[in-house]
T-cell receptor
Framework: GQNIDQPTEMTATEGAIVQINCTYQ??????LFWYQQHAGEAPTFLSY??LDGLEEKGRFSSFLSRSKGYSYLLLKELQMKDSASYLC??????????WGAGTKLIIKP | TAGITQAPTSQILAAGRSMTLRCTQD?????MYWYRQDLGLGLRLIHY???????GKGEVPDGYSVSRANTDDFPLTLASAVPSQTSVYFC???????????FGNGTRLTVT
């Protein structure tokens, strides 16, 4: 079956750096997405990786290794507003999105 | 403001009753999706539509139906609600198979 694994919850300190990992086993691969979801709100798009390597976008970066079925989202200079759930999703060979359950990130002052 | 509008925001529904969740987008996206989100689980696809006039079944389609009469609207109907359909429902759209999804604000449904 298809599977996306990410940690359920992580805690980090304001101003620090945190890395959220995602491993996947899917039928084919057509890109990996990261979304941010604040409590009670809709998911919003953060990043997209289709080739191996690092994509940097401001304080957020996303890395992909297709051979390892692995990605991470790196958040730098953490702010309290970064407290949210982070969702990893992979597009399979049928272009359907397979979603992880999300990682709840708690930021402490 | 451009985007996806869902209605209602929340609803309490008696078991056995029917209900239609509305979804409208103004981005002229071809593809639209309905997901449910339950605590501890990833978003699960209920139904999708790649273009107006076509629909397809997702991972959890039982008990739900959809229609796509035009590009903008993609309503989701529960014919006879059951308590296991208590969830948060998100409608989403995308411009192409490689584009990210844009989500509506969700409908919180409680079936009693």
């Amino acid at each position: 079956g298809q599977n996306i694994d990410q940690p359920t919850e992580m805690t980090a300190t304001e101003g620090a750096i945190v890395q959220i990992n995602c491993t996947y086993q899917t039928s084919g691969f057509n890109g990996l997405f990261w979304y941010q979801q604040h409590a009670g709100e809709a998911p919003t798009f953060l990043s997209y990786n289709v080739l191996d390597g690092l994509e940097e976008k401001g304080r957020f970066s996303s890395f992909l290794s297709r051979s390892k079925g692995y990605s991470y989202l790196l958040l730098k200079e953490l702010q309290m507003k970064d407290s949210a759930s982070y969702l990893c999703a992979v597009r399979d060979s049928n272009y359907q999105l397979i979603w992880g359950a999300g990682t709840k990130l708690i930021i402490k002052p | 403001t451009a985007g996806i509008t869902q209605a209602p925001t929340s609803q309490i529904l008696a078991a056995g009753r029917s209900m239609t969740l509305r979804c409208t987008q103004d981005m002229r996206h071809n593809a639209m999706y309905w997901y449910r989100q339950d605590l501890g689980l990833g978003l699960r696809l209920i139904h999708y539509s790649n273009t107006a006039g076509t629909t397809g079944k997702g991972e959890v389609p039982d008990g739900y139906s959809v229609s796509r009469a035009n590009t903008d609207d993609f309503p989701l109907t529960l014919a006879s609600a059951v308590p296991s359909q208590t969830s948060v429902y998100f409608c989403a759209s995308s411009g192409s198979s490689n584009s990210p999804l844009h989500f509506g604000n969700g409908t919180r449904l409680t079936v009693t």
